[in-house]
């Protein structure tokens, strides 16, 4: 495929260390290294996590004000209100606070906005509709943090507000609120926790609990739900939210919830062990269909229910609006790949594609497949009426939020992070947007692509994966943002035999020896773009390993280089 292979450089002095320290190969300790783990005891972390990384946890800012007004609350019986938000870290978050609060109290309920109609956050319309049912204590959680307005009009009716939000606080105006519980400094902005919004709700669902001397730790039975929401938010995974990925995938495995139970039988996929990848795929797009396509109340209901007929009920609701979500993705995508106009658009270095009526739900995931395919930043829009409202998605090296700043003037409204932003703007603007952001950034895009080359993180032989070496492999799971599946490099490999497998052909199986090791190697979706490697007899792979049902290992091929 030709693009440059980088094997990642380490610090020999560390290297020996973790070696020595914790008897590890001298790859799996690159491994740790290229994580950012350093030191024996990280390493120890690391391998082992502890539930105990969320310890101290309950002394984040505003926390100590927030358990008084829910003591408070819960004491003089106050209808408290769970205010979330539509996707996967905003429906666990607020059904971990509800299912929490209703042991203690029939006053709780519940209230997410759609993505339609309120839009995300608590917006001046969301707080006037919270308003009607006249709530004492609202609490936000996955959002919250920028809310001002929503924020006035609470307080201005009287409402008491608790903010418990992980987004990113702009210091120099926070919304007014009783309390804010935040996983930055609110002064200096500086991250205190990776915690996601469902995280975060455990987090203070437990320093609740013990606040109010409640007998049992409400840890263990919200570990799933944490899990789901810090998998699919695609929050870091690693100390305090790798300890609630492994232990949430655990819990789902032994006993799993309803609702989790329920989403798997739906897909057609009981029986099967859950890890990340099975809830960035299967498990997350269910939950968060609903909120693409129609109102997230249905995924809530699920996320609420211990009746298992119901919870299928709501699961099979949920498949269904999963293949409508797929439509929808999938006619947007043919609409960009036929027609001229959109496709001289994906020559840009920033692409800026838009369309009529295309539904705001699915930009994002459109957003997403075309910036992986292009490797550049794509905003994709939604053009009702006279207004589009659309979805960015970056590239490593280079912040949204910088490219959608240097054209403010264009946009209605924008916001967002580093890799995921939205924007609301004139239509006629958008020929504006697109010229703007290239002629400011296209040169910067496409040196940041020519140079992206295809990090290693050590080169092994076949010999090498052994059965220690899975061992320690799988101790390095779950797999996810910031801590990905290892890339290995494997130089001279023969191509033995070869046959394409799957729906119409579409993957590549290789049988491969070096030396005196035979192994197997697959490339997904190899049908279009490996077809020189059934010319070839001779190849360096870059490959992830994994293991199938049987527990042998193979070959998960990412990239190729040929020599004969
Ligand atoms: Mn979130």
Redesign the pocket.
Known sequence: MGKRWQIRKVNEAYLQRLVDNLGLPPVFARILLNRGITTPESGRDFLSPSLKSLEGLERLPGMAQALALFGRALREDWRILVFGDYDV??LTASAILVRFLREFSKNIEVYIPSRFVEGYGLTEKAALQVLVRKPHLVVTV?CGIRDRDGARVLRKHGVRLVILD?HLPEPSSLPEADAIVSTFDLGTQKPLSLL??AGLALVFVRALAAFLGFPRDPLEGFLDLACLGTVA?VVPLLSENRAIAMYGLDLMNRCPSVAVQALLEAAGLEGRGVDAEAVSFFLAPRINAAGRIEHPKVALELLLCDDYGKALEYAQCLNRLNTKRQRDEDRILEEIFQDETKLECLEDEVIVLSGENWNIGVLGIVASRLSERFMRPVFVCGVHGDIAVGSGRSVEGLSLLEILESCAPLFLRYGGHEMAAGLKIPRENIPHFRKEANRRFGERVRSLRLSRGLVVDAVVGLADIDGRFLELWEKLKPFGEKNPSPLFATLNVMLVERWAWGKGGNHLRFLIRQGKEWQEAVVFGGKERAGELFESSLVDLAFEVDVNALRSPYLKVQDWRIKK
Do not use: T
């Open positions: 870290d905003g996955d992980h996601s919004g938010d």
